[in-house]
């Protein structure tokens, strides 16, 4: 079992910064990528930035310019620098990994419990 914990998340006016992380826990055998999905009202999670394990980068539209994924593999951490945050980036952030934990043969997706950021106008 791999378990992700989230933190960072709050309250900030537009224009400001928040930095998010999370570390990754348990039997972990492999990291592949690594993760930030955005939960708006609705339960719908929407891709904000994924890292691979060979650094390649992947951002949503809406964040490009403004938000830098980065990782620590020693730590087995990631993290989500946001900067000029906006109304519209308001939300739960949910934290993923996809790997492989030393007590099953398969890789899978793990997923945190979200930290809410709120961004006020």
């Known amino acids: 079992q791999v378990q992700l914990a989230e933190s960072g998340g709050g309250l900030v006016q537009a224009g400001g910064s928040l930095r998010l992380s999370c570390a990754a826990s348990?039997?972990?055998?492999?990291?592949?990528?690594m993760g930030w999905y955005r939960q708006g009202p609705g339960i719908q999670r929407d891709l904000v930035a994924l890292?691979?394990?060979?650094?390649?980068?992947n951002y949503a539209d809406s964040v490009k310019g403004r938000f830098t994924i980065s990782r620590d593999n020693g730590k087995n951490t990631v993290y989500l620098q946001m900067n000029s945050l906006k109304p519209e980036d308001t939300g739960v952030y949910h934290c993923?990994?996809?790997?492989?934990?030393?007590?099953?043969?398969?890789?899978?997706?793990?997923w945190g419990k979200g930290t809410l950021v709120t961004v006020s106008s």
């Open positions: 993923t990994a996809r790997g492989k934990s030393t007590a099953v043969a398969y890789d899978m997706d793990y």
């Open positions: 348990g039997s972990i055998f492999r990291i592949n990528n």
């Open positions: 890292i691979n394990s060979d650094g390649t980068t």
